[in-house]
């Protein structure tokens, strides 16, 4: 018996940081979208200026840029919520 619930430890332990995995990433994900609504909200003529983002690989199943040139028109100080 100690040893089916040695094994069985791992296993549950897997479980428990995927669905922490899980929350987190649908965390970060409404994160973002929040940022880029009020970004765009701010600067509505918000233009990418590369035409071919340069994609770079991740360590994982993700793929990044690691800087994108963009162009708008300043507000001044007129930046208040």
């Known amino acids: 018996m ?3 619930v040695a094994s069985a ?3 549950i332990e897997f479980q428990v940081l995927a669905e922490h995995r899980v929350y987190l990433m649908k965390i ?3 994160e973002l979208r929040v ?3 009020e970004l765009l909200r701010r600067l509505p003529d918000l233009r990418v200026e590369t035409r071919d983002p340069a994609y770079q690989f ?3 199943d993700y793929v990044f840029i690691p800087s994108l040139n ?3 028109t300043p507000a001044g100080a007129d930046l208040r919520v």
């Open 9 to 11: 430890k791992p296993l």
């Open 70 to 72: 963009v162009s708008f």
């Open 2 to 4: 100690p040893s089916e």
């Open 35 to 37: 940022l880029l609504q």
């Open 58 to 60: 991740g360590g994982g």
């Open 28 to 30: 970060a994900r409404m």
